[in-house]
């Protein structure tokens, strides 16, 4: 993780890029979900994802400033992330954290760890995001407040860098389930739980990508390609969406895939 820095010249790339408009520019993609009727939604949820932010020399802070500025003008009731808040050191989060304090949900704020977070120190990282109203979610769940508590959100760890136990962050969990895993991977470990709505990033949507979409760099995992990007209909489950994530990883450019904010609707 140190050589990475020291090759992003401490954020000089990241500055530049994102001054020359590298960065992408930040989309917004929305969603509706229909859940079966007799689960009995009191009203529309809507519901914010972002994933994929790499705090740090790869990311111009100034992103996390436009997704806070989208976030407060949407006002979700959830709002939902996907992990890798940091790109190499634990305390990059702090650019990240200044910015999510602005952005409150009355449904609250849930979010699971991605692998960078587990490289750099997620005890720090989630010790920081909680203080700005962040549950992170390591197999585990939380039933929303009323009148949504039918609904629970469910968190797996990093599915291959963490230890991720999906029955822990299944049980218990009411009718309604939104499951939460850094890479679409987590796909691969759900055995017999079931989802109605599930988010997950990691892939960044290949983050230098054709104009069509289709990925140049690939993230790793048996399921990066596959799902790489966008709405997908999983058998038995609800939708799975895969966000495009929000920073840059390794690199400070993003080509043909511009970061993203998710607004979801679920319905009855």
């Not at 989630?126 to 203080?131: D, G, I, M, R, V």
């Amino acid at each position: 993780m140190a050589a990475v820095d020291a090759s992003l010249l401490g954020g000089l790339l990241a500055k530049w890029s994102y001054r020359c408009g590298l960065h992408g520019k930040l989309s917004v993609t929305t969603h509706d979900i229909f859940v079966a009727q007799e689960k009995r939604l009191p009203a529309p949820l809507v519901l914010a994802f972002a994933s994929d932010f790499h705090a740090g020399p790869s990311t111009h802070p100034e992103v996390f400033t436009t997704l806070a500025d989208e976030l407060v003008r949407r006002q979700p009731d959830v709002i939902l992330l996907g992990g890798d808040y940091v790109s190499c050191k634990a305390h990059d989060v702090a650019a990240l954290c200044e910015r999510l304090s602005r952005c409150k949900a009355p449904l609250g704020c849930y979010g699971v760890l991605g692998n960078h977070d587990l490289w750099a120190d997620d005890e720090h990282i989630t010790h920081e995001l909680a203080a700005v109203g962040v549950t992170i979610l390591v197999n585990s769940n939380r039933p929303l407040p009323p009148p949504f508590d039918r609904v629970t959100v469910c968190g797996i760890d990093d599915p291959w860098t963490g230890r991720a136990e999906v029955s822990k962050a299944f049980a218990g969990a009411g009718p309604i389930r939104i499951f939460l895993t850094h890479s679409p991977d987590g796909l691969l470990l759900l055995d017999r739980e079931r989802f109605d709505v599930g988010f997950a990033g990691h892939t960044h949507g290949g983050q230098v990508a054709l104009p069509d979409g289709r990925q140049i760099i690939s993230a790793g995992g048996p399921l990066s390609r596959k799902y790489g990007r966008g709405r997908f209909e999983v058998p038995e489950h609800g939708p799975l969406i895969v966000s495009r994530g929000v920073g840059c990883s390794s690199i400070p450019i993003r080509i043909n895939s511009d970061p993203e904010l998710i607004i979801c609707t679920l319905h009855s």
